[in-house]
Nanobody, 112 residues
Framework: QVQLVESGGNLVQPGGSLRLSCAAS????????MNWYRQAPGKEREYVAG???????NYADSVKGRFTISRDNAKNTVYLQMNSLKPEDTAVYYCYSSRGYWGQGTQVTVSS
């Protein structure tokens, strides 16, 4: 079964941290670049970060230095460590495989 399942979203205060996880079925994780996107209310979905099969990473300027993407190929899981969170990071965060599959999203809310 092809699936991507995100978890780890929560309500956090500004300056706090969260770690998102995306567990994928092996068929869509193996040999795939994995990415995180986010969509805030009333805005278009935007790219956050990506990681290639060899571990090369890329980040949107808005999260560079605060977020870290990583992958565990043995667990078919990609992570997004988010530090120094800001209210403008509030969004639904989606996992995306370069094979063309999206997860259902997980809500991150940054608010005091």
């Amino acid at each position: 079964q092809v699936q991507l399942v995100e978890s780890g979203g929560n309500l956090v205060q500004p300056g706090g941290s969260l770690r998102l996880s995306c567990a994928a079925s092996r068929t869509i994780f193996s040999d795939s670049a994995m990415n995180w996107y986010r969509q805030a209310p009333g805005k278009e979905r935007e790219y956050v970060a990506g990681i290639g099969t060899g571990g090369v990473t890329n980040y949107a300027d808005s999260v560079k230095g605060r977020f870290t993407i990583s992958r565990d190929n043995a667990k078919n899981t990609v992570y997004l460590q988010m530090n120094s969170l800001k209210p403008e990071d509030t969004a639904v965060y989606y996992c995306y495989s370069s094979r063309g599959y999206w997860g259902q999203g997980t809500q991150v809310t940054v608010s005091s």
